[in-house]
């Protein structure tokens, strides 16, 4: 078995789409889910995740993650214009508070990665939640193989013109990672943006009987006509796309650099390229067909 996984995610549709994904590729290695605030709200998204993974029959531990960023002055903005007031097209079940872990966090994830031993530490969501470990538990840097997310665009954004969303959340975490992981594989607007589809697609990829197809139907669909609306060509699978990188990297074309983030007013969340560092492989081209074959392969 490849190592196991930490996943850090905003659930959000297409988390719950690269939820899928993980579950039908490697569900044994998914050790815990962290969720996090981000498209909605942290109850939200935790009892999104309890949600999918009810949907999938998947036993995975939802630990509590961040409720928000840490400087208290970031702009607070979700996404429920394009995942819906729950986060999931209204799909969203409302769980016993008990079902997830809550607490000291931080630990209970130090705690995983040492049990693990090492392991890779996905992250579909903001940075928050593993700089956050990183400044508890500098040592946690050793246990993770390598950080795969989704994040940042270079010269493009869907927050502003110049900034994504998960690094707009909270750019000062998302640089203080880009910065002191050693490995990321980082999947960018300028492929995942690549990655939609159409209502003729989700019509087909959805038309099996299982409940998890027939839900996919519906929050797919939702999420195509919001996705449009504000600018994008199809329900688009940041996400799964993010998770595919680490998974099938024989699907991209990766370049190896360093990512710099701006945190001043002017350029708030921009994510450029720099040559100071070569830790992070950033995705730069896809075989965007296969990715959707994939995605599609993993609805049951
Ligand atoms: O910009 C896309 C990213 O922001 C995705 O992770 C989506 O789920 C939202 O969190
Ligand atoms: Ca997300």
């Known amino acids: 078995m490849d190592c196991p996984i930490i996943l850090d995610t905003d659930p959000g549709i297409d988390d719950a789409v690269a939820l899928m994904v ?4 490697c569900p044994e290695r998914v050790k815990l889910l962290l969720a996090s605030y981000g498209n909605v709200s942290l109850e939200r998204t935790v009892n999104n995740a ?3 993974l009810e949907l999938l029959d998947w036993q995975v531990p ?3 993650g961040a409720d928000g960023p840490p400087r208290p002055d970031s702009p607070r903005e979700d996404a429920a214009h394009v995942h819906g007031a729950d986060g999931l097209a209204g799909l969203g079940k409302s769980f016993p508070r008990d079902c997830a872990w809550e607490g000291d966090f931080l630990q209970r994830v130090y705690d995983a990665l040492r049990e693990a031993g090492q392991a890779d530490y996905i992250i579909l969501g903001p940075m928050t939640n593993l700089a956050l470990l990183l400044k508890r538990f500098p040592q946690a840097k050793e246990r993770i193989r390598r950080v795969i997310a989704m994040g940042g665009g270079i010269g493009l954004g869907n927050v502003t013109p110049e900034a994504e969303f998960n690094i707009h959340c909270d750019p000062f975490s998302a640089a ?8 990321v594989v980082l999947a960018p607007l300028n492929v995942t943006n690549r990655a939609a589809f ?5 019509g087909r990829i959805t038309a099996g009987a299982s409940p998890a197809a027939r839900a996919m139907e519906r929050i797919l669909t939702m999420n195509y006509h919001a996705c449009v609306q504000y600018g994008e060509t199809g329900s688009t699978m940041h996400d799964s796309t993010a998770v595919l990188c680490g998974l099938f990297p024989e699907l991209f074309r990766l370049e190896r650099c360093g990512i710099a983030v701006d945190c001043g007013e002017a350029h708030y969340g921009r994510t450029v390229r720099t040559e100071e560092r070569q830790n992070v492989s950033l995705a730069v081209d896809g075989d965007i067909p296969a990715v959707l074959r994939r995605i599609a392969e993993s609805i049951p």
């Open 22 to 25: 993980l579950r039908r590729f």
């Open 176 to 183: 203080e990672v880009l910065c002191e992981m050693p490995e």
């Open 62 to 64: 939802v630990v509590r």
């Open 198 to 202: 159409s209502l003729e697609e989700i």
């Open 50 to 52: 309890l949600t999918m």
